[in-house]
């Protein structure tokens, strides 16, 4: 079964910094085109950032200026570095794994909070 173990999520001011982590095989981190997708309550989840199958990154609007997607190909591991969080940021944040469109992973998702 195919594992997406996400960490890095908690509770932040608005301002501050988290990075989330998204941990997986060597197997499906090399062949799948990987990204970050968030739900808040009451709304659909939405793309935040992902790499393209050309190598480069897509960002949402929202996110643009404020959040980086990189990886590390040595440890087969995924971040999304996100500073000047805003209230609006709070969600359950997934990693995301697509081999194609037929065959598709998602993490168990982890709780961003950004309140004073």
């Known amino acids: 079964q195919v594992q997406l173990v996400e960490s890095g999520g908690g509770l932040v001011q608005p301002g501050g910094s988290l990075r989330l982590s998204c941990a997986t095989a060597?197997?499906?981190?090399?062949?799948?085109?990987m990204g970050w997708y968030r739900q808040a309550p009451g709304k659909q989840r939405e793309l935040v950032a992902r790499?393209?199958?050309?190598?480069?990154?897509d960002y949402a609007d929202s996110v643009k200026g404020r959040f980086t997607i990189s990886r590390d190909d040595a440890k087969n591991t995924m971040y999304l570095q996100m500073n000047s969080l805003k209230p609006e940021d709070t969600a359950v944040y997934y990693c995301?794994?697509?081999?194609?469109?037929?065959?598709?992973?998602w993490g168990q998702g982890t709780q961003v909070t950004v309140s004073s």
């Open positions: 995301h794994a697509a081999l194609s469109l037929f065959t598709q992973f």
């Open positions: 060597r197997s499906i981190f090399s062949a799948a085109t």
């Open positions: 790499f393209t199958s050309s190598g480069g990154t």
